[in-house]
């Protein structure tokens, strides 16, 4: 007995590893579709549909009692109670909030030019400017010496024009 002790009863049939995952998938694709078809049409469903939706579209175009959700009579009180806050705000606000042109800073008038927000040219300049102004007109020296506007005029005109105006 000894001697039959490791000898597998069992046999596989020929080819049966290299077919067996053909075999599996074909039976499983079998079992999971439907042998029926899901869906059916009840009879003349598509001729009386339309007769079905204006029955329908008929029953929910009939409509109910509207209530309003706001009463009138609190319209008054609200347009009452607007009116005289307005009254009193215009009454009790006594600050007057003009202002001058001497109130601006010229550090904001500059970068309001500079930014480009002013579109003014010369001409547009000279016209506002009369006679009497430009006489009146006193340049210090306080803001330009001599040696800043040799400078000035070194570094922003070209040697063409320099040697053109002497």
């Given at each position: 007995m000894e001697k039959n002790k490791n000898i597998p009863n069992f046999k596989t049939p020929e080819n049966y590893f290299e077919d067996f995952e053909v075999r599996l998938f074909s039976k499983i694709a079998e079992e999971s579709f439907p042998k029926t078809a899901g869906f059916k049409i009840p009879k003349q469903y598509f001729e009386n549909l339309d007769s079905k939706i204006l029955k329908e579209v008929a029953a929910s175009e009939r409509t109910g009692k509207v209530i309003s959700l706001f009463?009138?009579?609190?319209?008054?009180?609200?347009?009452?109670?607007?009116?005289?806050?307005?009254?009193?705000?215009?009454?009790?606000?006594?600050?007057?909030n003009t202002t001058s042109l001497d109130s601006l800073q010229l550090a904001a008038i500059d970068t309001y030019i500079e930014e480009g927000n002013l579109n003014l040219d010369l001409y547009d300049v000279t016209s506002y400017i009369e006679n009497e102004d430009i006489v009146n007109i006193n340049l210090d020296t306080k803001y330009a010496t001599d040696n800043s506007l040799k400078e000035y005029l070194l570094e922003n005109i070209d040697t063409e024009t320099l040697i053109n105006e002497q």
């Open positions: 009463s009138r009579k609190y319209f008054g009180y609200t347009s009452a109670i607007a009116a005289s806050l307005v009254i009193g705000f215009t009454v009790f606000n006594t600050k007057s």
